[in-house]
């Protein structure tokens, strides 16, 4: 029920490289309703100073939610994923997510605690580029609630 | 629109806008995220779950903002921070008009030395807030 707090502390490194490619920047700039062409033009980006098609400030949460998966689907934590609600989000950016990257990321469990039967857990995953330099740090609340009382 | 360092001061805030939001937006968010929860397609499973009906997804209100501050900055590469709290739910019709998301944002702090502005965004669905502690950092040239 909730979530385990036992798995406070725990990191999962089990995450593939996420290889960011320019139509999946494209996809997700037009989802969400964006014409900025720093998104789709190589040239418009290049003239802003970036070396490639900059992803849109949410982009990370691709990454972040995949590699979160491995905490959600943890069977230590417990956790059923169909009582969950996003509760806080937050993106640090190191540096813009260009297209070309290629990203580890890593989960790390900075919190897992019941609260009046609910659960809560804050994850951090952080975003590193081929050479191991920080990228992005995508920081996570979600609440599990808890299940009603009959 | 490109905003620039030496003409923002603190106080200053950012024009509003309205953005729709339909049933055809979330299929489309869902594919490129890849967050495929039912709760925001399926009307069946969202009503029986205790919602409304189909919600948005959080992270697609979040990423409206984020849309919102870059077109203020002029560069989507240049926020540096951005996180929110999810506040309340954002119920899609299931109609063509949808729901209608209107963004807002002031500027609350500048940082000469590092040429940075944080922006606190408001996002309101109807009178609901559906954004809380929303911040945004953001470089400016």
């Not at chain 1, 999946?24 to 989802?31: C, M, N, Q, S």
């Not at chain 1, 934590?77 to 169909?82: E, Q, R, V």
Request: glycine share 10%.
């Amino acid at each position: 029920m909730g979530v385990n707090p036992q798995i406070a502390g725990k990191t999962y490194t089990g995450a593939p490289v996420y290889e960011v490619g320019r139509e999946k920047i494209r996809e997700f700039a037009v989802a969400i309703g964006s014409s900025d062409p720093v998104h789709t033009d190589p040239e418009a980006a290049r003239a802003l100073g970036h070396p490639d098609v900059v992803a849109p400030p949410t982009f990370a949460i691709v990454i972040a939610q995949r590699c979160e998966g491995q905490v959600m689907q943890d069977p230590e934590a417990g956790i059923d994923y169909s009582r969950l609600v996003h509760g806080e989000q937050k993106f640090t950016h190191h540096r813009p997510i260009v297209a070309g990257d290629r990203l580890t990321s890593v989960a790390h469990v900075d919190d897992a605690r019941l609260m009046a039967g609910n659960g809560r857990v804050v994850t951090r995953v952080e975003i590193t580029d081929a050479a191991g330099e920080p990228v992005a740090t995508a920081i996570s609340m979600v609440i599990i609630r808890a299940e009603e009382q009959a | 629109m490109s905003a620039q360092f030496d003409q923002v001061s603190v106080g200053d805030e950012l024009p509003t806008t309205d953005i729709t939001v339909t049933r055809a937006d979330l299929i489309r968010y869902a594919g490129a995220s890849g967050d495929f929860n039912v709760i925001h397609w399926n009307e069946r499973v969202a009503t029986s779950v205790g919602l409304p009906g189909v919600i948005a997804h959080g992270m697609y209100t979040m990423a409206l903002g984020g849309r919102y501050v870059s077109e203020w900055v002029g560069d989507a590469g240049a926020v540096l921070e951005y996180g929110v709290r999810f506040t309340n739910p954002v119920p899609v019709p299931d109609d063509e008009t949808g729901a209608t998301l209107t963004f807002g944002g002031k500027v609350t702090k500048t940082d000469q030395e590092a040429r940075t502005a944080t922006v606190t965004l408001t996002a309101l669905s109807g009178e609901q807030k559906v954004l809380g502690k929303a911040i945004a950092v953001v470089r400016l040239p």
